[in-house]
């Protein structure tokens, strides 16, 4: 590790601009935490909101590291900390929102308890694609929907960041997955394990009746958003039928969701980041991302560019205009 009490860091100064290469103070560990090398940091939709000033709920005052996501290695362990030593690989959802200093920088000093030791057949640059998509889809479909083998499970969104994490791990824990996309998208959705769904060719109604006769499905996530999710109240089995979102953020109507009797939950992944409380549950979600992965049941899609510390704001522009053909990560020096 550097003896030099500076590292380089992409800094958002003012919302709305460009991040700026820049030396900051090099952290340290304290009680509780692990120093990070960091080696790659995953870019997520939220930094370029959070870069805009439109996402109050997270809280990054300028200036500010962003990067919500990383993988490296471990540098240094503060007091406290158990199951983590110098050159440990690691990963996790670590900072960037709350105030907490993000991974788009040389080293972070982060909470042991959102770590995991890294997979051992990921690479660093995979890794650091895979903890905020993979925690929303666990916490939807196992902490929340309680999902389990012989049910069937529609996942919207099945190409996305969060839905094609989403659509492998309940293949995985054996239900049978649907999943809706573009016609465009139906060969990777198919891909992971899903049957694809065109939502632009079929309505709600054709879709249930020709997957489900009629009945509806047992789990239902959704990482659209806004009509998808009106659309999931309607789809929901009666009486068992589960409706998950993490994008619930709208005004909904659930009366067609009480007239099945079926029940809702959202998820909201950075509130462990934003209270301090639960941190120790995203370590632990992460251990089992690992051993699905290890298990060969789960990958992540990454987009090919290649993106570093100085070219982050091209990884920013990639994110912003759509032309990502997967999840982008910047990796660090």
């Not at 540098?75 to 110098?86: L, P, Q, T, Y």
Request: glycine residues 12%; hydrophobic residues 45%.
């Amino acid at each position: 590790m550097s003896t030099s009490p500076l590292m380089q860091a992409a800094v958002l100064h003012t919302y709305g601009q460009p991040l700026t290469l820049t030396h900051i103070a090099r952290p340290q560990a304290g009680p509780g935490q692990v120093l990070v090398q960091v080696k790659a940091s995953g870019v997520n939709p939220l930094d370029l909101k959070i870069a805009a000033g439109q996402a109050a709920h997270a809280r990054m005052a300028p200036p500010a590291v962003l990067g919500i996501d990383l993988a490296g290695v471990v540098a240094a362990v503060g007091a406290n900390v158990n199951g983590f030593n110098v050159g440990d690989e690691v990963f996790g959802m670590t900072g960037g929102v709350g105030g907490i200093q993000g991974s788009l920088a040389e080293y972070a000093a982060v909470d042991a308890s959102l770590l995991a030791i890294k997979p051992r057949n990921l690479t660093m640059r995979e890794a650091a694609a895979l903890p905020l998509v993979f925690i929303t889809a666990w916490e939807g479909l196992v902490d929340r929907a309680r999902v389990r083998a012989g049910q069937t499970v529609l996942v919207h969104g099945g190409a996305g960041g969060v839905g094609h994490i989403a659509v492998q791990i309940a293949h995985a824990l054996g239900a049978r997955v649907v999943a809706t996309g573009s016609a465009q998208q139906r060969q990777a959705i198919e891909s992971y394990g899903a049957t694809a769904i065109d939502y632009r060719a079929e309505t709600v109604a054709q879709y249930v009746a020709r997957l489900t006769d009629d009945a509806g499905f047992d789990i239902i996530y959704d990482t659209v958003g806004g009509a998808t999710l009106d659309a999931s109240f309607a789809a929901a089995r009666q009486y068992h039928g589960h409706v998950v979102s993490c994008l619930g953020w709208g005004t909904h109507a659930l009366a067609p969701l009480s007239f099945r009797a079926a029940t809702y939950s959202g998820v909201f992944t950075l509130l462990p980041l934003l209270s301090g409380q639960g941190r120790a549950h995203h370590g632990a979600i992460l251990r089992e991302a690992a051993a699905l992965i290890e298990a060969g049941k789960l990958t992540v899609h990454l987009d090919p560019a290649r993106y570093t510390l100085e070219t982050v704001n091209e990884a920013h522009r990639a994110a912003a205009n759509g032309t990502a053909r997967g999840k982008l990560v910047v990796e660090i020096a």
